[in-house]
């Protein structure tokens, strides 16, 4: 492969991996639809990676089947005993009803999980939840930086090859100063 | 085999638009006229022609010889179809200077006749370089029609001495 391409693919990646990097720290905003059938132990949830530290708010609002619902905000061990019994004892922030607004820290780096499940009762229930989590988000973060890292590997290899290229080829032949004289070819050519 | 025998850098001649520029290839069979670029010096006199970049279009060392000699844009006189060739003394109303001109009176390939009128003029880079030499533009000229007349004599040979007439 000629050092161009090589090249060229690195500054993509480069910029990929760096527009990556700068998209990890914006917003994420998100509007989903959940859909719980009739019955218990029915839940939905939304998964955020957080890196560092972070914060989520937002809405949630049930839409059809009536009642309340209960939402939560869960770290992923919480969420493991959540998933395990049902019970949602232990969680960052709790909310019954309707409708509702949530705003939270997200302290460390760690996945959390927005969840909701039925609350009044257990008859089909449609729930809009909008949400905006702040905060650097991970993969993002590891993509772009791993893009970065493969640019920049890529772009030092096809500087040398370049360099290569250009130490292998001949010298540009010297080429005499035109006097504008009268040239009389001394040789049959 | 056609062999090179001399490149004049630089010669000027009419055309339809003011004068052009053209290399003179001198070969062992015949004289390309190759067309260099549209000469300025009509429109800028003197101080036009001064400004004129000497960069040559072809390598006339190693360009092929056919090629030159099919492009329309050039002229070709063969040397066996010369009839007269004169080179004069004169002056130069395009370079406002004194000028050899040559002329040459010949039939072509296909027989007819033809003749052809070019001004023997330096590059700037030649008149330039005399210059540094302490040599003055009138001799500079000069020279470059003395070599000009020693690549025709050897190009063309004994056989052209009764055609040729030379005021240098």
Known sequence: ?189 | MENRIALIPRVMMKGAMGPKDYGLLITDRRSIFALEKASKAALLGVLGDALLSDKKTFDYASEDIEKLASDERNTVVPHEGIQKLHLKKGFSSYTMSNAYTLLVDYTDTAGRPRSVKAFLTPPNEFLALKKKEGVDKKTAIEEYARSARKAFEQALGASAAGRAEWDV
């Open chain 1, 1 to 189: 492969m000629s050092p161009k391409p090589v090249r060229i693919i690195a500054y993509i990646l480069i910029v990929i991996g760096l527009i990556g990097l700068a998209w990890s720290f914006q917003p994420t905003r998100g509007t989903t639809t959940a859909e719980l059938p009739t019955g218990q132990g029915y839940y939905s949830y939304v998964k955020v990676s957080m890196w560092l530290n972070g914060h989520v708010e937002g809405n949630f609002e049930v839409t059809s089947g009536g009642g309340t619902v209960r939402f939560f905000v869960f770290d992923s061990a919480q969420y493991e005993d959540y998933s395990d019994d049902g019970v949602g004892s232990d969680s960052m922030f709790t909310l019954t009803g309707a409708s509702g607004s949530f705003s939270e820290d997200l302290p460390t780096t760690s996945t959390y999980y927005l969840v909701v499940d039925h609350g009044s009762t257990t008859a089909a229930q449609t729930i809009d939840v909008t949400y905006k989590v702040s905060g650097l988000d991970i993969k993002y973060l590891i993509g772009g930086a791993v893009l970065l890292a493969v640019g920049a590997v890529l772009a030092v290899v096809g500087l040398r090859m370049k360099a290569k290229a250009k130490a292998a080829m001949p010298p540009p032949a010297v080429q005499s100063q035109p006097t504008g004289e009268v040239v009389m070819f001394d040789k049959k050519t």
